[in-house]
């Protein structure tokens, strides 16, 4: 049974920064990508970043310069360093991972508000 442990969100101001977690655990077959997405109340599910297991990553053209995506292979682990926060990025985070299918985390709150 695969189960991904988000950790990190919370409540910050304007300029502020955030560390999220996704560990993942219960997989049989390598890790492809791991990613984390976002929600914002009213508005789809959007990519905010991906990594593959060789360390390419992909942003979001709004996160571009403020956020970085990386991992730890050996803990199936994923991280975003999320800087210079802005209300904007206010939204649940939700970790995904891809191996032979995809896997979503729970979701974790990010509020940036002043």
């Known amino acids: 049974q695969v189960q991904l442990v988000e950790s990190g969100g919370g409540l910050v101001q304007p300029g502020e920064f955030l560390r999220l977690s996704c560990a993942a655990s219960?997989?049989?077959?390598?890790?492809?990508?791991m990613g984390w997405y976002r929600q914002a109340p009213g508005k789809q599910r959007e990519l905010v970043a991906t990594?593959?297991?060789?360390?390419?990553?992909n942003y979001a053209d709004s996160v571009k310069g403020r956020f970085t995506i990386s991992r730890d292979n050996a803990k199936n682990t994923v991280y975003l360093q999320m800087n210079s926060l802005k209300p904007e990025d206010t939204a649940v985070y939700y970790c995904?991972?891809?191996?032979?299918?995809?896997?979503w985390g729970q979701g974790t709150q990010v509020t940036v508000s002043s």
């Open positions: 995904k991972i891809v191996t032979l299918r995809s896997y």
């Open positions: 219960g997989t049989t077959f390598p890790i492809a990508i």
């Open positions: 990594i593959t297991s060789g360390g390419s990553t």
